[in-house]
């Protein structure tokens, strides 16, 4: 339903663009799917921080395979696959991620301090490039 809505307009405009677009038309009904007594505009706002947080990836099949995985998350909110907790997390703009680590978005290079070092007494960084 939502796929293929994304594959009829993709020549249209941006991807992402008509990702946001095709959000932002479903978000009335998902609010009152899920009886969610929140304004659309907080709504809004929860989700463009979702959008926002990856604008710093350049490579288009990562930007390609986030517009494929953002379709897939509006369709299953659209046949009620989720529960009320998890589209809260994303209205409120809550970090669904465990990730604890340090991001330079300028190199696109992560540092992430692990847990288990901490425990275990070691004091070393790992670093790495990780897709976010």
């Given at each position: 339903m939502a796929l293929n809505l994304y594959q009829k307009q993709l020549g249209s405009s941006s991807p992402v663009t008509t990702l946001y677009?095709?959000?932002?038309?479903e978000l009335p009904a998902v609010l009152g799917i899920y009886d969610i007594?929140?304004?659309k505009r907080e709504a809004v706002r929860g989700v463009k921080t979702h959008f926002l947080k990856n604008g710093f990836v350049a490579d288009p099949r990562v930007k390609d395979m986030l517009v494929q995985k953002g379709y897939m998350?509006?369709?299953e909110t659209l046949m009620q696959w989720k529960q009320k907790a998890q589209?809260?997390?994303v209205f409120e703009g809550q970090?669904?991620?465990k990730f604890r680590g340090k991001v330079d978005v300028e190199?696109?290079?992560v540092t992430v301090q692990e847990e288990f070092e901490?425990?275990?007494g070691k004091k070393g960084k790992r670093?790495?490039?990780r897709v976010l």
């Open positions: 677009r095709s959000i932002l038309r007594d929140m304004d998350e509006l369709e589209l809260m997390r970090d669904t991620t190199r696109g290079h901490a425990a275990n670093e790495g490039v």
